[in-house]
């Protein structure tokens, strides 16, 4: 049915679309509101060309950046006492934004031999196609990086503890070296949630988060953050955030907002936790070693007494060398508390076996290597199914 416009109102057509109701102001809650957009609106073409996507001083574009996303960057900033935040689509989405914003063909990156497997992957994709050379050093070498720096090494990659294996560097050392050479050095703060660890005072001049972690905590988000305090990477950061188009989605966001007022207490909890089951992993004589920071026997132990606060829920074991990987599957699989699965941070405990001499130029050990992410559950019932488990093997 047609409906005739005979007054000055607009069809009923129009009136779906154009309305002018507008709330009142001065509604308070303590949630952040979740801003869903894509085209961000201009009061006029003069305040649309003056557009400035790079100072967060307004928005442009919802790629570039929501009230929503605005908030969540500044709180993730103020954890790691940072001044810039910018937000990926996940956490190698953030480590590939820190490789695009300050790596060009001819250039050099350091990464550790410990790094987490996908940036390690990217490296080497740089490495193969983008004419970048991606080399990667002993975790433990400290000031000795000096000496691997090139004219032409523009970031020194660090992970504190390294993924899987959890080796502490001595990220001051690693960034005095690096710094005496102008050399930027980015820090996957990952474990720490950027909580038990103060990455900007040590020296780190680049922090980046998987949020898929603690931040989320839910086993339900996949988000990463980069963050800096200094101007002149920012831009660069800025400029590789905006032109790699890294958009995240407002509902996730509102998730990982959500999540942040029990981070600490989380994070806490999963520590106690960890150290609980990791203690009584150390005395059974199916294990060789327990590769937990906090524990003696973790390379680089007393550098985690040194700088850290505080441990995340995350650790590995390494079987007595007797054990096949056949045995060390079947007790990753009885395990009946324990998820067979990739990331961590959620309330649900991991276990995951990995092979360890495929994934580093440099392995010593014989025994198996799993990894465990201790969740919430209750450490009597984790411990219990552990035992249980082992007399599989
Ligand atoms: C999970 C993880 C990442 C990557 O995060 P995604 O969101 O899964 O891409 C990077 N570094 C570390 C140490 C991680 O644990």
Redesign the pocket.
């Known amino acids: 049915m047609e409906v005739s416009v005979s007054d000055d109102r607009p069809s009923f057509q129009t009136t779906l679309l154009h309305h002018d109701y507008q709330a009142p102001d001065g509604f308070g809650a303590f949630p952040q509101a979740i801003h869903h957009a894509s085209t961000v609106l201009f009061d006029s073409v003069a305040a649309m060309r003056a557009r400035n996507w790079q100072n967060k001083s307004g928005y442009t574009y919802g790629l570039h950046g929501t009230p929503t996303t605005f908030t969540l960057e500044a709180r993730l900033a103020a954890i790691e006492n940072g001044r810039h935040c910018r937000l990926a689509p ?6 590939a934004m820190v490789n695009f914003a300050l790596l060009k063909t001819g250039d050099d990156v350091l990464l550790p031999d410990n790094v ?1 497997g ?2 390690r992957e990217l490296g080497n994709w740089l490495t193969q196609d983008y004419g970048i050379t991606a080399r990667y050093y002993d975790p433990l070498i400290g000031d000795g990086i000096g000496a691997l720096i090139r004219p032409n090494t523009r970031l020194v990659w660090t ?1 504190a503890p390294g ?1 899987v294996s959890m080796e502490v560097p001595d990220l001051r050392a690693i960034c005095a070296a690096a710094h005496a050479k102008n050399v930027p050095v980015a820090l ?1 703060n ?2 720490s949630a950027g909580i038990a660890l103060p990455a900007f005072d040590l020296g780190a001049d680049i922090v ?1 988060q ?4 603690y931040q989320s905590g839910g086993s339900d988000v ?3 953050a980069v963050i800096t305090n200094n101007d002149e990477l920012n831009h660069k950061l800025e400029s590789a955030h905006m032109r790699l188009g890294f958009g995240v989605g407002a509902d996730d966001c509102y998730l990982v907002l959500r999540n942040l007022p029990t981070l600490k207490l989380r994070f806490e909890a999963h520590d106690a936790a960890a150290r609980e089951v990791a203690a009584w992993l150390k005395q059974r004589p199916e294990i060789d070693t327990v590769l937990h920071p906090a524990l003696p026997g973790c390379p680089g132990h007393a550098l985690w007494k040194r700088d850290f606060s505080g441990a995340g829920g ?1 650790f590995s074991v390494l079987f007595d060398a007797r054990y096949t990987e056949e045995q060390t599957d079947r007790f990753v699989d009885a395990l009946k508390l324990f998820g067979i699965g ?4 959620g309330a649900h405990s991991l276990c995951v076996p990995y092979r360890m001499k495929s994934m580093r130029e440099s392995w010593p050990h014989r025994g198996q290597l799993v990894r465990f992410n201790i969740g919430l559950e209750d450490t009597r019932d984790l411990i219990a199914d552990i035992e249980q488990a082992l007399g599989q093997l």
């Open positions: 996940s956490g190698l989405a953030a480590i987490y996908p940036s992970e993924s996957d990952t474990w980046m998987a949020l898929t972690k996949l988000m990463g995350l990739f990331s961590w941070g």
